[in-house]
């Protein structure tokens, strides 16, 4: 569990490949996500082509570091045959936290780049990959060797728990 407080978003890489080996493994932890009804909403595209990654980068407002990585994972879910429609972007969350805590165990750096649920971008996004109809786009995650090193914040604030006992 030291991935959980060490994890932090990384915007800048090296000039690096990531090897297909370690994006595998990212995507099989994502993967693994619990899902509503386990109905594994998923399907991720790995979008290495220098040229596609720099139209993403400009998706967003927020999206313009992913310009420098060499690998951007654009995580969809499928609209058709799930159980629970509406719990497909919470699962999406869940797999994308994997694939953060992945990468930072195998020593990469990455950062999430809020999609859905802004119907405009995630439109942008569905266009700019001529992906198939069935699915939405609900992130974007830039990842790379890190080129720059972050202290992560501590963020716990024990104020707000609350404990309702008898």
């Known amino acids: 569990?030291?991935?959980?407080?060490?994890?932090?978003?990384?915007r800048k890489?090296?000039?690096?490949?990531?090897e297909k080996k370690k994006?595998?493994?990212i995507l099989k932890a994502g993967m693994?996500?619990?899902?509503?009804?386990?109905q594994?909403?998923?399907?991720?595209?790995?979008?290495?082509?220098?040229e596609k990654i720099?139209?993403?980068?400009?998706?967003?407002p927020y999206s313009r570091c992913a310009a420098g990585a060499p690998v951007v994972i654009v995580p969809v879910y499928r609209t058709k045959g799930l159980v629970v429609q509406d719990m497909a972007q919470i699962d999406m969350s869940i797999a994308q936290e994997n694939i953060w805590l992945e990468t930072d165990a195998l020593g990469l750096g990455g950062v999430w780049i809020g999609i859905a649920p802004m119907q405009d971008r995630m439109?942008?996004?569905?266009?700019?990959?001529?992906l198939?109809?069935?699915v939405e786009v609900f992130s974007l995650f830039a990842l790379g060797y890190p080129a720059e090193e972050r202290e992560q914040q501590n963020r716990f604030d024990e104020t707000r728990i609350h404990f309702i006992e008898k």
Request: proline share 7%; with cysteine; net charge negative.
């Open 54 to 60: 720099e139209e993403l980068s400009k998706a967003t």
């Open 123 to 130: 439109d942008l996004v569905h266009d700019m990959l001529h």
């Open 23 to 25: 994006i595998m493994q």
């Open 32 to 38: 693994q996500a619990p899902s509503a009804c386990n």
């Open 13 to 18: 890489y090296q000039d690096k490949p990531v």
């Open 132 to 134: 198939p109809a069935d």
């Open 1 to 10: 569990m030291e991935n959980i407080f060490h994890r932090v978003s990384i």
């Open 40 to 50: 594994q909403p998923w399907e991720f595209y790995v979008v290495t082509d220098k």
